[in-house]
């Protein structure tokens, strides 16, 4: 019987499975605080995302900075392979690329770590190690982990159910041979405090009990569910939408509550229409903001075209937008047919057209913003616009590309916010939690986003699917 | 804890480059005069040393060329964690070869971790400290050591004045014994305040005109001084810091007032203490100030004899006693070829360690002469006694040293001081040649030997090519020393009867003058065979009475001495 807690700062060498929301993060917490030796431990997770999660936990429970270091597996790699090149076999030029050739660094970074002299520079660096979020190691970063465990001791801490991500050119290390094989199981977390603690007791034990059933391939029934659970059944007719709206529009039993709502992964497009319907909903935005990334790049001030250009991307992030409407203004007043008094933003339209630049744009999307029946759902996407536009408004500012990938660094840098009523996909959702999840297409769910999605809502679930018996998808 | 693996040197006043990978221990640096061996310990001191600043001057740039940065590198091995931490210096990392002494750029299994500090210092005197490695120079990426890590690492200097150790001031070793801080601080300030008060009161007795002037001139002006100026002692001037708590013996007479050996061999002492935190300690002129036995005591407290060296010791030395105390492998020669300076272990030439003890004096030499025996050595150090009465450079002067070849073994002591990289000589006798292919092989290297006629010792030689008068008083000398029938029998019986002392004194023929000589060289009577007796001969009688003398004696005499001139 694998025991269901553990001391993190005993473990030689080891793996802790921990289900969502059994305290994972709570057990590294007390590792770290009851840590008093002069060396720091080092804590490895996979995202930015993740390294922001668990630092603002840290800090919030106090735990002395010089007790760990906190770093992505990739940014490590790319440090250590830094300061080895020669070792890495690496050229340090590809480091400092944009879009850095991650399977290539982690490989690299293997190759430093085989040596033997580097294994005692980092025992004299650190304590022992700790990696979260262990189901996400992709194949390489797995081969980071493994030698390192030569030079420290490590304990990896993960849920195979819930490893969604894994694609590109380095797939995810196997959960049994490669993983297990070498990190021994030494607990498996079984107390969903999570649920616990928001006093939704019952909804905890049946998630934890869906785990188990999922995991063995079986699958989930919600017309036999707890109270907390509530199913939506939809029929392929127009009357789905609907109900999918409606569910999303569902209420948090607390003022302060939060609700995220799963669209379908694949469609970007799909959850932006979501949010941009339900009220009060926002788009939870992928790390690249490609949309604002592609409109800076294109954006050719000089055109005649400006304004249009401002606008339809304006309408991307803002429901109540019309580019036309206010082309047709424009032209109707520019040929001195207005009867209407010219508004502030046509004013705004006309200046950026008259003397083309930075400001001239943040002043037109402020005013869009400005009107009667406009709501932003993208406030990321708008945030970073707006202050990569600032970036470049400046003497000698940077080209409008560049601030926005460098805008778009600092969202990455900076991890995602909670939104009150957040729409994204599980890939994005993983890690957020809320009082209530409310699932928008279920059908589309395989075992492992069915999982993530069900461990989201502390106190609730709506779960909407034309199946009540999930996953319908391998 | 820390311990130097190489050193380079650029360029650094004597020295336009030095590559030399020292021993964990003691080294002992020896060699002549000015071969910059003092330049090797302040090369470690200056980069090494936990210092904000440096002053250097012109004359610290080689050949006064200032265009040419003065660059010191110091490469450090057996790195305690805190100087191989990741974070701090992963960029910095380097390997170290200890069986070739080459550096890798970054660390490697069979290599050993180190760090490379490196001082420079451009014409503006300006130095700088920093970590060096290759790709960090790439990247254009510089830091130095955090200042923990500097103390850390920072040597103990043993220099003339040992003074600042016996006070808790800065860089004071009494500060790495303990981590004890002196708690005194307010007492000590309340101390100063009362000092200032109390001198107040005297001094305005003292200088009332001087004060009524200021506060007349001040009112007059204007210028804002209060009722009263008063004479007091400046707060800045009356300040205690920790260098002003000092050591004192139980008599309160402070240590400083020790003499200079005793302060020195206690400072070396507690330094042995702090070992674990600052294992490296420089040592100028490890004599200084002290008799023979306490050199002894201060190697022992330095950990000269341990197996494993407590501490890793850099020192000079002009002292046999010291060089004598030291095992060859403790002992680095510094030689300078061109400029370029090569310092190597004593022990890498092959067993040395005999010759060291028996001549520690001739590691502290520039050229060696090895003679034969006794009287050879006597012969020389006479003549050369008798140079220097009449005003001209004595052998030690010009750097020369004189070592007792040990008869047979002349040869093989030659070639093991020429190993060493010693400029050497050997004076030896023709009678017989000991070891003729270590000869061989001296030669070839490059060592000249002197010796007389052929078949001749030095005896024979003598009795043969001095003037008569002179070859009488040589006679006369043994007479006085072994009496007239001593002597007169071991002629009597060295010439079958044929001839007498009295014979010789009356007319000293030829046939007198080879028996002589034969008589004279007996291995167990022999007339001068002890370096005194020869000396005195020397200096007496064959100095001032050379002159008319063969040319087979004369000429490897006149040889040796331009050969010994040569090399000063």
Same mark, same amino acid.
């Given at each position: 019987?694998?025991?269901?807690?553990?001391?993190?700062?005993?473990?030689?060498? !080891?793996?802790?499975?921990?289900?969502?929301?059994?305290?994972?993060?709570?057990?590294?917490?007390?590792?770290?605080?009851?840590?008093?030796?002069?060396?720091?431990?080092?804590?490895?997770?996979?995202?930015?995302?993740?390294?922001?999660?668990?630092?603002?936990?840290?800090?919030?429970?106090?735990?002395?900075?010089?007790?760990?270091?906190?770093?992505?597996?990739?940014?490590?790699?790319?440090?250590?392979?830094?300061?080895?090149?020669?070792?890495?076999?690496?050229?340090?030029?590809?480091?400092?690329?944009?879009?850095?050739?991650?399977?290539?660094?982690?490989?690299?970074?293997?190759?430093?770590?085989?040596?033997?002299?580097?294994?005692?520079?980092?025992?004299?660096?650190?304590?022992?190690?700790?990696?979260?979020?262990?189901?996400?190691?992709?194949?390489?970063?797995?081969?980071?982990?493994?030698?390192?465990?030569?030079?420290?001791?490590?304990?990896?801490?993960?849920?195979?159910?819930?490893?969604?991500?894994?694609?590109?050119?380095? !797939?995810?290390?196997?959960?049994?041979?490669?993983?297990?094989?070498?990190?021994?199981?030494?607990?498996?977390?079984?107390?969903?405090?999570?649920?616990?603690?928001?006093?939704?007791?019952?909804?905890? /034990?049946?998630?934890?009990?869906?785990?188990?059933?999922?995991?063995?391939?079986?699958?989930?029934?919600?017309?036999?569910?707890?109270?907390?659970?509530?199913?939506?059944?939809?029929?392929?007719?127009?009357?789905?939408?609907?109900?999918?709206?409606?569910?999303?529009?569902?209420?948090?039993?607390?003022?302060?509550?939060?609700?995220?709502?799963?669209?379908?992964?694949?469609?970007?497009?799909? /959850?932006?229409?979501?949010?941009?319907?339900?009220?009060?909903?926002?788009?939870?935005?992928?790390?690249?903001?490609?949309?604002?990334?592609?409109?800076?790049?294109?954006?050719?001030?000089?055109?005649?075209?400006?304004?249009?250009?401002?606008?339809?991307?304006?309408?991307?992030?803002?429901?109540?937008?019309?580019?036309?409407?206010?082309?047709?203004?424009?032209?109707?007043?520019?040929?001195?047919?207005?009867?209407?008094?010219?508004?502030?933003?046509?004013?705004?339209?006309?200046?950026?057209?008259?003397?083309?630049?930075?400001?001239?744009?943040?002043?037109?999307?402020?005013?869009?913003?400005? /009107?009667? !029946?406009?709501?932003?759902?993208?406030?990321?996407?708008?945030?970073?616009?707006?202050?990569?536009?600032?970036?470049?408004?400046?003497?000698?500012?940077?080209?409008?590309?560049?601030?926005?990938?460098?805008?778009?660094?600092?969202?990455?840098?900076?991890?995602?916010?909670?939104?009150?009523?957040?729409?994204?996909?599980?890939?994005?959702?993983?890690?957020?939690?809320?009082?209530?999840?409310?699932?928008?297409?279920?059908?589309?769910?395989?075992?492992?986003?069915?999982?993530?999605?069900?461990?989201?809502?502390?106190?609730?679930?709506?779960?909407?699917?034309?199946?009540?018996?999930?996953?319908?998808?391998? | 804890?820390?311990?130097?693996?190489?050193?380079?040197?650029?360029?650094?006043?004597?020295?336009?480059?030095?590559?030399?990978?020292?021993?964990?221990?003691?080294?002992?640096?020896?060699?002549?005069?000015?071969?910059?061996?003092?330049?090797?310990?302040?090369?470690?001191?200056?980069?090494?040393?936990?210092?904000?600043?440096?002053?250097?001057?012109?004359?610290?740039?080689?050949?006064?060329?200032?265009?040419? %940065?003065?660059? =010191?590198?110091?490469?450090?091995?057996?790195?305690?964690?805190?100087?191989?931490?990741?974070?701090?210096?992963?960029?910095?990392?380097?390997?170290?070869?200890?069986?070739?002494?080459?550096?890798?750029?970054?660390?490697?299994?069979?290599?050993?971790?180190?760090?490379?500090?490196?001082?420079?210092?451009?014409?503006?005197?300006?130095?700088?400290?920093?970590?060096?490695?290759?790709?960090?120079?790439?990247?254009?990426?510089?830091?130095?050591?955090?200042?923990?890590?500097?103390?850390?690492?920072? %040597?103990?200097?043993?220099?003339?004045?040992?003074?600042?150790?016996?006070?808790?001031?800065?860089?004071?070793?009494?500060?790495?014994?303990?981590?004890?801080?002196?708690?005194?601080?307010?007492?000590?300030?309340?101390?100063?305040?009362?000092?200032?008060?109390?001198?107040?009161?005297?001094?305005?007795?003292?200088?009332?005109?001087?004060?009524? =002037?200021?506060?007349?001139?001040?009112?007059?002006?204007?210028?804002?001084?209060?009722?009263?100026?008063?004479?007091?002692?400046?707060?800045?001037?009356?300040?205690?810091?920790?260098?002003?708590?000092?050591?004192?013996?139980?008599?309160?007479?402070?240590?400083?007032?020790?003499?200079?050996?005793?302060?020195?061999?206690?400072?070396?002492?507690?330094?042995?203490?702090?070992?674990?935190?600052?294992?490296?300690?420089?040592?100028?002129?490890?004599?200084?100030?002290?008799?023979?036995?306490?050199?002894?005591?201060?190697?022992?407290?330095?950990?000269?004899?341990?197996?494993?060296?407590?501490?890793?010791?850099?020192?000079?030395?002009?002292?046999?006693?010291?060089?004598?105390?030291?095992?060859?492998?403790?002992?680095?020669?510094?030689?300078?070829?061109?400029?370029?300076?090569?310092?190597?272990?004593?022990?890498?030439?092959?067993?040395?360690?005999?010759?060291?003890?028996?001549?520690?004096?001739?590691?502290?030499?520039?050229?060696?002469?090895?003679?034969?025996?006794?009287?050879?050595?006597?012969?020389?150090?006479?003549?050369?006694?008798?140079?220097?009465?009449?005003?001209?450079?004595?052998?030690?002067?010009?750097?020369?040293?004189?070592?007792?070849?040990?008869?047979?073994?002349?040869?093989?002591?030659?070639?093991?001081?020429?190993?060493?990289?010693?400029?050497?000589?050997?004076?030896?006798?023709?009678?017989?040649?000991?070891?003729?292919?270590?000869?061989?092989?001296?030669?070839?290297?490059?060592?000249?030997?002197?010796?007389?006629?052929?078949?001749?010792?030095?005896?024979?030689?003598?009795?043969?090519?001095?003037?008569?008068?002179?070859?009488?008083?040589?006679?006369?000398?043994?007479?006085?020393?072994?009496?007239?029938?001593?002597?007169?029998?071991?002629?009597?019986?060295?010439?079958?009867?044929?001839?007498?002392?009295?014979?010789?004194?009356?007319?000293?023929?030829?046939?007198?003058?080879?028996?002589?000589?034969?008589?004279?060289?007996?291995?167990?009577?022999?007339?001068?065979?002890?370096?005194?007796?020869?000396?005195?001969?020397?200096?007496?009688?064959?100095?001032?009475?050379?002159?008319?003398?063969?040319?087979?004696?004369?000429? %490897? =005499?006149?040889?040796?001495?331009?050969?010994?001139?040569?090399?000063?």
């Amino acid at each position: 019987m694998v025991p269901d807690s553990v001391d993190l700062l005993t473990i030689p060498r !080891g793996l802790v499975i921990a289900p969502a929301g059994c305290g994972k993060t709570q057990l590294i917490i007390e590792a770290l605080k009851r840590h008093d030796a002069t060396k720091p431990i080092l804590v490895l997770t996979h995202t930015n995302a993740g390294v922001a999660a668990l630092r603002s936990r840290l800090d919030r429970a106090k735990v002395p900075p010089v007790a760990y270091r906190l770093s992505t597996i990739d940014g490590f790699a790319i440090r250590l392979v830094g300061m080895f090149p020669a070792s890495a076999q690496i050229d340090p030029a590809r480091l400092k690329l944009e879009r850095p050739p991650y399977r290539d660094i982690r490989t690299a970074a293997c190759n430093v770590l085989k040596i033997s002299s580097i294994h005692d520079v980092i025992r004299a660096t650190y304590a022992r190690l700790l990696v979260d979020e262990y189901q996400d190691c992709s194949q390489w970063q797995h081969g980071i982990v493994y030698y390192m465990s030569h030079a420290l001791h490590t304990c990896v801490l993960g849920d195979q159910l819930q490893a969604i991500f894994g694609f590109g050119d380095d !797939g995810l290390a196997d959960w049994h041979k490669q993983v297990g094989a070498h990190f021994p199981v030494v607990a498996e977390l079984k107390t969903p405090w999570r649920w616990i603690n928001a006093g939704a007791d019952e909804l905890g /034990q049946w998630v934890l009990a869906a785990r188990t059933k999922l995991l063995s391939g079986q699958t989930i029934d919600f017309r036999h569910a707890p109270t907390a659970v509530e199913w939506v059944q939809l029929d392929g007719s127009n009357s789905d939408r609907p109900k999918q709206l409606k569910a999303g529009a569902t209420r948090s039993h607390t003022t302060d509550g939060h609700v995220l709502i799963i669209g379908d992964s694949m469609s970007p497009p799909s /959850q932006q229409r979501l949010a941009s319907q339900i009220p009060g909903a926002t788009v939870v935005e992928a790390v690249d903001l490609r949309d604002l990334v592609n409109f800076a790049s294109n954006l050719d001030l000089k055109s005649t075209d400006v304004v249009r250009q401002v606008a339809e991307f304006s309408a991307k992030l803002m429901t109540g937008v019309s580019p036309d409407d206010l082309l047709r203004r424009l032209d109707t007043i520019k040929a001195g047919r207005a009867r209407k008094e010219v508004s502030d933003l046509e004013r705004a339209a006309l200046a950026l057209l008259a003397e083309p630049n930075y400001d001239g744009v943040a002043s037109v999307i402020a005013q869009l913003n400005q /009107q009667g !029946g406009v709501r932003v759902h993208r406030p990321a996407v708008l945030r970073a616009c707006i202050r990569a536009l600032n970036e470049c408004a400046k003497a000698d500012g940077p080209e409008f590309a560049d601030a926005a990938i460098r805008a778009r660094e600092q969202y990455r840098m900076a991890g995602r916010s909670l939104p009150r009523r957040g729409v994204g996909s599980t890939l994005l959702l993983k890690g957020l939690e809320a009082q209530v999840c409310v699932v928008v297409e279920g059908d589309k769910l395989n075992a492992k986003n069915l999982y993530v999605a069900l461990t989201r809502g502390s106190n609730k679930l709506v779960v909407c699917s034309k199946n009540p018996v999930l996953p319908v998808v391998a | 804890m820390a311990v130097v693996r190489k050193i380079e040197i650029r360029h650094f006043r004597g020295i336009a480059s030095l590559d030399w990978c020292p021993s964990e221990g003691m080294n002992c640096l020896v060699g002549p005069g000015d071969s910059s061996k003092t330049t090797i310990l302040d090369a470690i001191d200056y980069c090494l040393a936990a210092r904000r600043n440096l002053s250097l001057s012109d004359a610290d740039f080689h050949d006064l060329d200032v265009k040419t %940065p003065v660059e =010191i590198s110091i490469t450090l091995g057996r790195l305690g964690d805190s100087l191989k931490n990741l974070e701090a210096y992963g960029l910095y990392l380097r390997g170290f070869d200890p069986k070739t002494g080459s550096i890798d750029d970054e660390p490697d299994t069979g290599l050993e971790t180190v760090l490379t500090v490196k001082l420079t210092v451009e014409a503006d005197h300006e130095p700088s400290w920093s970590l060096y490695s290759e790709r960090a120079a790439q990247q254009d990426q510089a830091r130095g050591l955090a200042w923990a890590d500097r103390s850390a690492v920072s %040597p103990t200097r043993l220099g003339a004045y040992a003074d600042h150790n016996l006070s808790w001031g800065r860089a004071s070793i009494l500060n790495k014994i303990s981590d004890e801080t002196i708690t005194a601080t307010a007492e000590l300030a309340e101390l100063a305040r009362n000092a200032r008060d109390a001198f107040g009161q005297q001094a305005e007795a003292g200088l009332p005109t001087a004060l009524s =002037i200021v506060q007349d001139t001040a009112g007059k002006l204007g210028v804002p001084v209060g009722d009263a100026v008063k004479a007091m002692l400046d707060s800045q001037s009356v300040s205690f810091s920790g260098g002003t708590i000092s050591l004192h013996d139980s008599d309160k007479i402070p240590l400083k007032n020790l003499g200079l050996g005793s302060k020195r061999l206690l400072v070396a002492g507690l330094q042995r203490a702090a070992a674990g935190t600052t294992p490296i300690v420089l040592v100028d002129e490890i004599e200084h100030g002290l008799e023979p036995h306490r050199i002894i005591r201060l190697l022992d407290a330095l950990g000269a004899k341990e197996a494993k060296p407590p501490l890793q010791v850099f020192m000079t030395t002009h002292s046999p006693v010291a060089v004598r105390e030291l095992m060859a492998a403790q002992i680095h020669l510094v030689r300078s070829r061109n400029t370029v300076h090569v310092v190597h272990r004593a022990s890498d030439v092959g067993d040395v360690q005999g010759t060291i003890r028996l001549f520690p004096e001739a590691l502290l030499a520039r050229s060696v002469i090895v003679c034969e025996g006794a009287t050879e050595h006597g012969l020389l150090r006479g003549l050369d006694q008798y140079r220097v009465a009449n005003g001209k450079v004595s052998l030690t002067a010009r750097n020369a040293a004189i070592v007792d070849g040990g008869g047979d073994n002349v040869f093989k002591r030659a070639r093991a001081i020429q190993l060493l990289g010693y400029r050497t000589a050997v004076l030896h006798d023709s009678d017989k040649i000991p070891t003729p292919d270590i000869k061989a092989e001296f030669e070839t290297s490059g060592g000249p030997t002197f010796s007389w006629s052929a078949g001749c010792a030095l005896e024979e030689e003598l009795f043969l090519s001095l003037p008569e008068k002179t070859a009488q008083q040589l006679l006369n000398y043994a007479v006085e020393r072994r009496g007239e029938k001593a002597i007169d029998d071991q002629i009597r019986s060295a010439s079958n009867g044929k001839i007498t002392l009295a014979g010789c004194r009356a007319d000293l023929t030829q046939e007198m003058r080879t028996l002589l000589g034969k008589a004279s060289k007996a291995k167990t009577s022999g007339w001068y065979k002890t370096i005194s007796d020869m000396e005195v001969v020397a200096r007496d009688i064959i100095g001032p009475g050379a002159n008319g003398s063969a040319a087979s004696l004369t000429g %490897p =005499i006149n040889a040796l001495t331009k050969w010994i001139a040569d090399g000063a």
